[in-house]
Nanobody, 124 residues
Framework: QVQPVESGGGLVQAGGSLRLSCVVP????????MGWFRQAPGKEREFVAA????????NYADSVKGRFTIARDNAKNTVFVQMNSLKPEDTAVYYC?????????????????WGQGTQVTVSS
């Protein structure tokens, strides 16, 4: 069973940084794109960032461009998102997901395996 497992969430002050990690078991990790999504209370789940299977192509939501960086280590079946200059509006549960495809899409329908989520809270 492919079950992504996120870690690294927590409470941070505005302007601070956090790095989220996601481990995905299995032997075909490098074949698939990986994405991060988030959901704030009362809001729909939204795309944050994604990376291709090879790690060469990345894709970011406009709201996080220049602040967040996605990366992956295929030798360790792990994808990361480094979040800098955090804002209170970044507060949400962050989900890691594995795509059905190799490219870093932003449509959550393209992702078929999801983690349980990790809470990120940014205080003002």
């Amino acid at each position: 069973q492919v079950q992504p497992v996120e870690s690294g969430g927590g409470l941070v002050q505005a302007g601070g940084s956090l790095r989220l990690s996601c481990v995905v078991p299995g032997r075909t990790f490098s074949t698939y794109g990986m994405g991060w999504f988030r959901q704030a209370p009362g809001k729909e789940r939204e795309f944050v960032a994604a990376i291709s299977g090879s790690g060469v192509i990345t894709n970011y939501a406009d709201s996080v461009k220049g602040r967040f960086t996605i990366a992956r280590d295929n030798a360790k079946n792990t994808v990361f998102v480094q979040m800098n200059s955090l804002k209170p509006e970044d507060t949400a549960v962050y989900y890691c997901a594995r795509s059905r495809y190799g490219l870093p899409g932003s449509d959550f329908a393209a992702y078929n395996y999801w983690g349980q989520g990790t809470q990120v809270t940014v205080s003002s």
